[in-house]
């Protein structure tokens, strides 16, 4: 049973699409993640939910919108693909306090 | 800002050596420590944690020491296989009113031979 879920695993797509990602965990956690990892694999949060409630929003362009239809799925919208976000998308999830983190197996973004 | 540092890579080692890979860390307030290991093509999976001065996390062999006072949280094995072969992320957590969220450092990939 795979604990955080991330679909798709490749995505390659074309300048000016738009393209969404969808993360689905089943741990019961109350807060998920948005982390992107760029070419040089340095990780930097991009949005946390709690509870279906945004509660970090990080200096991320506004092409991108995350979603949580309900506290187990949290989905990232991108419109307006650019080069520069080609780059692994990774899911997580944790426990309010953080203590540990779950995180899916991340989806690879290829914009051409 | 919070922000975590550590030694850069690729460390290349042979089967059984000793490894060190160095961290050390800023923060306001009393963060959570952890090390990350990210095998190629794969997610991030939690290696060790430790969550107060002086805790030692270990895993696989694997162990880090919270040191407050030299604000650091070295990874060490004794003796590396070439299944050990990844990049290691060390990160720290703080619970604030903003949220909560994970700082990483810019990772340290390992290269084992045999």
């Known amino acids: 049973d795979t604990a955080v879920s991330q679909t798709p695993k490749y995505l390659v797509t074309q300048m000016g699409n738009d393209k969404s990602i969808k993360c689905e965990q089943n741990?019961?956690?109350?807060?998920m993640y948005w982390y992107k990892q760029d070419s040089k694999k340095f990780l930097k949060i991009m949005f946390s939910?709690?509870?279906?409630?945004?509660?970090i929003n990080e200096t991320v362009p506004n092409r991108f919108s995350p979603k949580s239809p309900d506290k187990a799925h949290l989905n990232l919208h991108i419109n307006s693909l650019e080069l520069g976000d080609s780059a692994v998308y990774f899911c997580?999830?944790?426990?309010?306090?953080?203590?540990?983190?779950?995180f899916g197996s991340g989806t690879r973004l290829t914009v051409v | 800002g919070n922000s975590v540092t550590q030694m850069e890579g690729p460390v290349t080692l042979s089967e059984e050596a000793f490894l060190t890979i160095n961290c050390t860390y800023t923060?306001?307030?009393?963060?959570?420590l952890f090390w990350y290991v990210q095998y190629p093509g794969e997610g991030l999976q939690l290696l060790l944690k430790?969550?107060?001065?002086?805790d030692k996390g270990s895993n696989k062999g694997f162990e880090a020491t919270y040191r407050k006072e030299t604000t650091s949280f070295h990874l060490e094995k004794g003796s590396v296989q070439v299944s050990d072969s990844a990049v290691y992320f060390c990160?720290?957590?703080?619970?604030?009113?903003?949220?909560?969220?994970?700082?990483f450092g810019t990772g340290t990939q390992l290269k084992v031979e045999l």
């Open positions: 997580a999830s944790s426990r309010p306090l953080g203590n540990g983190y779950t």
């Open positions: 741990l019961g956690h109350d807060t």
């Open positions: 939910y709690n509870n279906k409630e945004l509660i």
């Open positions: 923060a306001t307030g009393y963060p959570s």
């Open positions: 430790a969550t107060k001065a002086d």
């Open positions: 990160a720290l957590s703080i619970l604030t009113g903003g949220g909560n969220k994970l700082t």
